[in-house]
DNA sequence: CTATCTGTTCTGAC
DNA sequence: TGTCAGAACAGATA
């Protein structure tokens, strides 16, 4: 899915939008892509768009919510006469006509305007939740590491809880720190010059001190740049994507690394991890 | 064609 | 508890 600077871009993007429109219809095309009742949407004014971790959540009036969340491949797109907003991974579609198949639910807004919920994998989701039940969710995530709790104090304790954790699983556990994923994950240990595969335990306060640095910066420089976007994706009106130029590691096996190694890929939890041997330091 | 990969996260087995 | 494979799904890539 998006993290954490594509699911902001998005936020941003909406916020400029769809605030204020009032909801006159929601379609659900794929049944298990919205969870709850959307006709609780229905004649509901657009309060904010907000975010937590990799979540977008559309305020309404009521105390309802609609929360999405885009896993690998949701899309939020905006369309009205004039002009299209998109956000989320890109497909071909964005350039199809609108809705397609991988639309899985329209929102139409009483001044003709609509947002479309693509999800080609199908494993993202919208919920209509009541400010409890969003809550509720949102109390199972760690902290933002925007906000004034993310410290490299607070990341210290937490991985004595998981002494032998890889600092690549640790930085991605969405319930120590909110919306890391594979990409600036690996992105943020490179900068911070640590392999991936390194034990928690053994990092020192002053590689805590680069880790939280390298996570800040990255994820800064990501919203900086609205995101990261596949390489052969032309965007239709530029507000999308250019986070894949400043890639060091991310997907460039084989490639030249700046001090003259070479990017290596291997596995950590099931996931593909990139990292440059040469520059980055397995702590002992 | 087959095998393996993919930006996520939840569940169930050990 | 912590860890891990597998599942949910539909492609793209080698």
């Known amino acids: ?50 975010r937590r971790a990799k979540l977008v959540i559309v305020r309404l009036e009521n105390e309802q919510n609609l ?30 006509k609108l809705p397609n198949k991988y639309t899985r639910i329209i929102f139409t807004f009483h001044d003709g305007t609509n947002l479309y919920f693509n999800d080609l994998r199908k494993f993202g989701w919208c919920k209509l939740l009541n400010d409890a039940e969003l809550k509720k969710i949102e109390s199972t995530y760690g902290p933002e590491p925007f906000s004034p709790e993310f410290t490299v104090k607070y990341l210290q304790e937490a991985a004595i809880r998981f002494p032998n954790r890889k600092i690549k699983q640790f930085l991605m556990d969405q319930s ?25 335990s053994k990092l020192k306060h002053s590689d805590w001190e680069k880790v939280y640095k390298a996570v800040l910066n990255i994820l800064t420089l990501g919203i900086k740049n609205g995101g990261t976007t596949d390489s052969d994706f032309v965007n239709v009106d530029g507000k999308i994507g250019g986070m894949q130029n400043f890639l060091k590691v991310y997907r460039k096996t084989g490639e030249p690394c700046e001090c003259g190694g070479e990017i290596e890929k291997m596995k950590i939890g099931g996931r593909g991890t990139y990292f440059c041997q040469k520059c980055q330091k397995e702590l002992k």
């Open 176 to 200: 120590i720190i909110a919306g890391i994923g594979n990409i600036y994950n690996d992105e943020a240990l490179y900068a911070a010059k640590i392999m991936p595969t390194t034990a928690v």
């Open 1 to 50: 899915m998006p993290e954490l600077p594509e699911v902001e871009t998005i936020r941003r993007g909406l916020d400029e939008r769809i605030k204020d429109k009032r909801i006159a219809n929601v379609v659900v095309e794929n049944k298990k892509s919205f969870i709850g009742d959307p006709s609780l949407a229905i004649g509901k004014n657009v309060l904010s768009i907000e």
């Open 67 to 96: 929360v999405f969340h885009l896993k690998m491949t949701g899309q939020l797109i905006f369309i009205d006469r004039s002009s299209r907003f998109a956000g989320g991974h890109p497909s071909h579609d964005w350039h199809a």
